[in-house]
């Protein structure tokens, strides 16, 4: 999912604050959408658990995740009360989808003929 390239001139919190935020923007990361732990994350990427903390707090500041403490850190739900409902019915719709085990390609043809025949 997220990798770190040593060689870049930019700091790894920040690599990993744009990755994230490309996710998102890009819809593969939901609203909803649980982040690994600041431990764990760090442990995947080999980096100090304070550098993800501090990518997660920018992260925060931009509205584009929530921390619930103990519980984690999620993407964010963010728009307007429209956007907001549509997002949470995008997500309902893409886990029902996995329970009947079709993919993005197929569900978004779905989305695709519905939105045509309307």
């Not at 921390?67 to 997002?87: D, E, K, L, V, W």
């Amino acid at each position: 999912m997220l990798t770190i390239d040593p060689t870049s001139s930019t700091p790894p919190y920040e690599q990993i604050r744009i990755q994230i935020a490309d996710l998102v923007r890009d819809g593969e990361l939901v609203p909803g959408t649980r982040l690994p732990t600041v431990r764990r994350l760090a442990g995947d990427l080999g980096l100090a658990p304070n550098t993800v903390a501090r990518s997660y707090r920018e992260l925060e500041r931009d509205e584009i995740i929530q921390t619930r403490g103990r519980h984690g850190s999620y993407i964010a739900m963010h728009g307007t009360s429209n956007q907001r409902h549509a997002q949470a019915a995008a997500q309902a719709y893409v886990l029902r989808l996995g329970e009947l085990g079709i993919g993005m390609d197929e569900g978004l043809k779905y989305v695709r003929a519905a939105f045509q025949s309307r």
